[in-house]
C-alpha cells in the first residue's frame, strides 16, 4: 500500500492533500514531502486534508503533531481537515481537534 | 463458523506493517465485521507489528511472528510476537504519549490504541528475549 500526499497554495496557506494508507512505513516519505513545502514556501497556515486517508495508525498523529511543531517555530498554525470516522478515533484518542 | 488459526511470520521490515494488517482483514473477513470493527483491528496490527519493527529491532531487521485465530462465539485472538530487545519497564511503556522513539515523529500511543480500540490486551516481555503482545476482539454478530 502507498500513500501521497499533493499540495495547493493560496495565499500563504498551504493545504497537504494526503491520500492513501498512512503509517509508518508511508508516513516517512509524506513527512519528507510536507517539510519540503513548509521551508520552501514558509506558510502561515498549513492545512492537512486527510479526506483521501482510507488507513491511519498513530504514525498518522506523529505526523500531525511533528508538522504542528515546525510550524509554530515560525509563528505559524497547523489544522486538519477531511476527517473520516476512523481517522477521527486516533485524533480523539490524542486530544487533537479534527 | 468453525474455529480457524493462522501463524504468518515475517521480517521487520516496515513494508510488512500493510501487509499483516492486510493479513488479519482477509482472515477476518468471513466473520462479517463492521467496517468499525474491522478498522479498529487493522490499527491495532498496525500499531503491534510497528512497535516490533522501531522498538523490538531498532538496528537490526528480525523476525515478526502473527497468528490469528477464531474461536467460538466470533472471538478473535491475534498475537505478535519477536525475538527482540524486550521492554525493561511494561506498566511505563503502556503510557499514553510515553515514546522512546523520536518525541517529534513518534506519538507514542501504540499500546493506548491497541487497548482503546481491542477488547483485551496483555503484554508478556522479557529484556533481551522478546516481547509477545496477545489481543482479542469479539466481532459483534449482525
Redesign the interface.
Known sequence: ?TADVEFMVAGEVLTAALSG?I???T??TL?EKVDEQIDRRMPKRLILDFSGVG?????G???I??RS?RMQATGGEVSVRGVS??VG??LR??NIKG | MNTNKVKITFFSRSANEAFARGAVAAFVAPLDPTVAELSDIKTAVSEAVTNCIVHAYPDTVGQIELTAEVQENQKLILTISDKGVGIENIERAMQPMFTTGSPEERAGLGFAVMKSFMDEVKVRSKPQKGTKVTMVKYIRSR
Open positions: 500500500m494508507e503509517d509508518h512505513h508516513a516517512a513527512r488507513f491511519m495508525d498513530s504514525s498523529v506523529g505526523l503533531l511533528g511543531k470516522e476512523q478515533k486516533m484518542l490524542a
